[in-house]
């Protein structure tokens, strides 16, 4: 549900939804809410807050899973106008989704696109 009201664009809702769970959440589903914190306080422009977050300790998170810390975090730099250290984030992230995630999965598509907006001309 979180995830879908970001794409909404409803990102204060999901904020609600993950801070609501993670005390009580555990593995998989703690990292997942993880991430939909991080998306949910970029998307809102707070992306002090989501590098913060970022940086805390995270579950251990599924496979499938794979460059999508990186990846919210790189959004939080960039967002911070780290365009290096964004860059940087992303091509790391791209790099391991390269090697662990079909070329067509969302994330993927994701990273290029990311890379490409924050690699200079």
């Not at 998989?28 to 913060?52: N, T």
């Not at 805390?56 to 250290?85: F, I, K, M, W, Y």
């Amino acid at each position: 549900m979180g995830d879908v009201l970001c794409a909404l664009g409803r990102h204060e809702e999901a904020e609600t939804i993950a801070r609501g769970h993670l005390p009580r959440a555990e593995g998989h589903l703690a990292a997942g809410l993880h991430l939909l914190l991080l998306h949910s306080l970029s998307g809102q422009g707070r992306h002090e807050e989501a590098l913060a977050e970022s940086a805390r300790q995270c579950p251990e998170s599924h496979p499938g899973d794979t460059g999508a810390h990186e990846l919210a975090t790189a959004v939080a730099l960039n967002g911070l106008g780290r365009h290096d250290d964004a860059r940087e984030k992303a091509q790391q992230a791209l790099t391991a989704c390269e090697r662990y995630l079909h070329p067509s999965h969302h994330r993927v598509a994701e990273l290029r696109a990311l890379v490409a907006l924050i690699t200079p001309a």
